[in-house]
């Protein structure tokens, strides 16, 4: 593996921040700003490569309502439900996982594996929309007074207003697919490094702990989206649109999820998503095997983990 492939390769970046996240300990200083600066960089990376207005019709909008549905009305249950069994230090890393969006990768991964892109594309448009109402809704309804209201909505108009925005600008300049990706690495790995490294006494201190919510990750994704993938088969439901149906019930978005607990919370509120990351990763190499006919893609060149 050459230098471009390493930089290029998502799994292997996101490995390297995280071990030397845990060995160095993270920055020394200001963790919180460099880890909003780096999703608020990666964010807008990320979006610019979706047309928000580009896929419209009556069947396009059944398809967010169902995304929606699966991703808010199935998803955010389950990992609430899995969130109770952990401490009240731990809860509100939960929370805000369960009052995430969906994960940009989702476009992506649609297109990899032979689902419709354009329903993901714009079923992830309206699930963003809609998260700037629900996930302050969400959060102060079950944290309450435990977050200050204006940092929650200062911090989603910096990390998916302004990236928004900014994405729309970015996008006319056309970066290169495999620049694009080198650089979202890059920055999703300074993000890894500065949320394991906060946490490192959490990760060697508390192994049961890590333990237990691996398990509940593993539960969460895993359990989730294949309880989908079974359904829709047996309700005849086509592949094309299975397939997003499957990753709107399985991921969200954990970067920003672990960017809003640094920002509003004690980094170790991070460590639920920070582990769960980790078997988003796995659950897409998982997913590649599954569907019969996919090749198994080439991580940072496709996938990213917001």
């Known amino acids: 593996?050459?230098?471009?492939?390493?930089?290029?390769?998502?799994?292997?970046?996101?490995?390297?921040?995280?071990?030397?996240?845990?060995?160095?300990?993270?920055?020394?200083?200001?963790?919180?700003?460099?880890?909003?600066?780096?999703?608020?960089?990666?964010?807008?990376?990320?979006?610019?490569?979706?047309?928000?207005?580009?896929?419209?019709?009556?069947?396009?909008?059944?398809?967010?309502?169902?995304?929606?549905?699966?991703?808010?009305?199935?998803?955010?249950?389950?990992?609430?439900?899995?969130?109770?069994?952990?401490?009240?230090?731990?809860?509100?890393?939960?929370?805000?996982?369960?009052?995430?969006?969906?994960?940009?990768?989702?476009?992506?991964?649609?297109?990899?594996?032979?689902?419709?892109?354009?329903?993901?594309?714009f079923s992830t448009a309206v699930n963003y929309v809609a998260a700037l109402a629900l996930m302050p809704a969400i959060t102060l309804a079950l944290i309450g007074s435990a977050v200050s209201a204006w940092s929650l909505l200062s911090s989603l108009l910096i990390l998916i207003v302004l990236p928004m925005a900014l994405s729309r600008l970015v996008k006319r300049v056309n970066i290169e697919k495999s620049n694009n990706s080198i650089l979202m690495n890059i920055g999703f790995a300074i993000l890894i490094f500065a949320v394991a490294g906060s946490n490192r006494d959490a990760f060697f201190g508390q192994p049961a702990t890590v333990l237990a919510i691996s398990l509940a990750c593993v539960a969460r994704t895993f359990g989730s989206g294949l309880a989908t993938e079974f359904t829709l088969r047996r309700a005849s439901v086509d592949r094309g649109n299975r397939i997003p149906y499957v990753l709107f019930s399985s991921y969200k978005n954990l970067g920003l999820t672990a960017t809003l607990a640094i920002a509003l919370f004690e980094p170790v509120v991070a460590v639920p998503a920070t582990i769960c990351i980790v078997f988003e990763v796995v659950w897409v190499i998982f997913l590649t095997r599954w569907y019969p006919g996919v090749v198994e893609p080439t991580l940072g060149r496709d996938i990213t983990s917001t």
């Open 1 to 121: 593996m050459g230098p471009r492939e390493i930089l290029e390769s998502y799994a292997f970046m996101m490995a390297a921040g995280l071990i030397l996240g845990l060995a160095a300990g993270g920055f020394p200083a200001l963790t919180k700003e460099i880890s909003m600066i780096s999703l608020a960089f990666v964010m807008t990376l990320s979006l610019s490569t979706v047309g928000l207005g580009e896929a419209t019709g009556r069947d396009h909008y059944k398809h967010a309502a169902y995304a929606m549905l699966l991703n808010y009305g199935i998803l955010t249950p389950v990992i609430l439900i899995l969130g109770m069994a952990f401490s009240e230090e731990l809860w509100p890393g939960w929370v805000l996982m369960a009052a995430a969006p969906s994960a940009i990768s989702v476009v992506p991964f649609s297109t990899i594996m032979g689902g419709s892109t354009t329903k993901a594309l």
